[in-house]
């Protein structure tokens, strides 16, 4: 028996599911000599206080060693959860939270993880958008749920599809639908924002039909423009009439300080989060207790959306730089579009049915251009046919030169594939 057949032998079936992360992949090719990427949502290095950061790390390893350098509590540092509450106070007006309300992971990615354990097994259901966040499709995929997926629209996730699923669902078929997913601000990948009345619509469906809500939300402080809508978990703590926030709220430092801090948040009631803290116990133990407290002490001396202002500019011109882009260059290719975020990292992009973008991808690779292909952003065969044609770029990374570049290379590598594919 060769190697790789006698280790997947071994394998247990969520192993056997779990593919290699597209993006992950694809920061590979960035080391390239020349390569222009629109592929991950790499921030911008300059953007890191690291000045700042340098001087709390110093310290808190040399007068805080014994907690920072030491074993700490699954639930999380107290001080950065209490930190954390005061700033949703602030921004988000999200009150009357104490410490067992929060949970602190590594990287939000471990958040969504720790979902698929605590929630999804292959009798589960749960809804989602397509496309889909690649991280939360990758740790709900190796769970086999059967996905209820609503396709996306300008203002988010086609509603009706979840509401007409619902509709018909017998009251067992009920009882193993666990939640539903969303990316409420700038989502990733389409870089669209959830309209307050959907958030309300989905809201009522989860009180109706006995659901929770995973709201992801790692973009909601990268807005550009237009006015700051309520969470959807702020949106369910206003209800007072109800005892149970059905609302899992999931936040990430990794956009507005650093992603290698790997700090992620979790807020919600209690209860859930004991289950979720449940589930971490098996994974990590704990978050880095050194990472964590760093955090802390800078939520503590910092104000963290003060500080993010320079970066708000920086990541608008380069928006506005893409946008521009692709208004120059773009139109040369008949029926494509795409989206213009208000903020966030990401835009989408819509081609001709005769575009496959993982198909072109290694084409675009020797033009010296990278991007996501729509399909990484799928669950099934369904949703990879609707996304085949589709692409991710991010303009975070690259400069306003870049991006410009970038877009030619882009507009080349397609016309290329277009005259290959007719012949």
Same mark, same amino acid.
């Given at each position: =028996? =060769? @190697?790789?057949?006698?280790? *997947?032998?071994?394998?247990?079936?969520?192993a056997k599911r779990t593919t290699a992360n597209i993006i992950r992949e694809l920061l590979?090719?960035?080391s390239i000599p020349g390569m222009i990427s629109f592929g991950g949502g790499v921030p911008d290095p300059e953007t890191f206080p690291k000045e700042i950061m340098a001087d709390i790390a110093k310290e808190i390893v040399e007068k805080e060693y014994k907690f920072t350098l030491q074993?700490? /509590? /699954?639930?999380?540092?107290?001080?950065? @959860?209490?930190?954390y509450i005061k700033f949703l106070e602030k921004y988000y007006d999200i009150k009357n939270l104490d410490l067992d309300n929060v949970l602190i992971t590594s990287g939000s990615q471990q958040a969504l993880d720790l979902v698929g354990r605590v929630f999804l097994d292959e009798e589960s259901i749960c809804a989602i958008g397509t496309p889909v966040y690649l991280g939360a499709a990758s740790a709900f995929k190796v769970r086999a749920p059967k996905f209820i997926t609503m396709d996306m629209q300008a203002d988010g996730p086609n509603i009706d599809i979840l509401e007409e699923a619902l509709e018909n669902m017998t009251e067992e078929e009920k009882? @193993? *639908?666990?939640f539903i997913y969303i990316v409420s601000n700038f989502d990733n990948p389409t870089g669209l924002t959830l309209s307050l009345e959907k958030r309300q619509r989905i809201l009522d469906l989860a009180y109706n039909n006995?659901?929770?809500?995973?709201?992801?939300d790692p973009y909601g402080a990268l807005r550009y423009e237009g006015e700051i809508i309520p969470t959807i978990y702020q949106l369910a703590e206003n209800r007072e009439k109800y005892e149970l926030n059905p609302v899992i709220l999931l936040n990430t430092f990794s956009k507005i300080l650093s992603p290698g801090l790997r700090?992620?948040?979790?807020?919600?009631?209690? /209860?859930?989060?004991r289950r979720l803290v449940m589930g971490k116990q098996a994974a990590d133990l704990c978050t880095s207790p050194l990472t964590q407290r760093l955090t802390a002490r800078y939520l503590e001396r910092n104000d963290? =959306?003060?500080?993010i202002k320079p970066t708000l500019e920086l990541y608008s011109q380069k928006r506005n730089a893409m946008m521009e882009s692709f208004d120059k260059y773009m139109k040369e290719i008949d029926g494509v579009t795409w989206t213009f975020p208000h903020g966030g990292l990401f835009s989408w992009v819509t081609l001709p049915e005769e575009i496959d973008t993982m198909d072109m991808l290694e084409l675009a690779k020797e033009n010296k251009i990278v991007y996501i292909p729509g399909v990484a952003f799928s669950v099934n065969e369904e949703t990879a046919k609707k996304t085949s @044609?589709? =692409?991710r770029v991010s303009f975070c990374l690259p400069s306003c030169e870049e991006i410009e570049e970038g877009t030619k290379r882009l507009v080349k590598t397609i016309k290329e594939y277009r005259d290959k594919k007719r012949g």
């Open positions: =028996m =060769m @190697r790789e057949e006698y280790v *997947f032998s071994k394998l247990s079936p969520i590979k090719s960035t074993y700490s /509590t /699954t639930e999380g540092d107290p001080i950065l @959860r209490g930190e009882s @193993r *639908f666990k006995d659901l929770i809500i995973i709201e992801d700090m992620g948040v979790v807020i919600g009631d209690k /209860t859930i989060i963290p =959306m003060v500080q @044609r589709c =692409m």
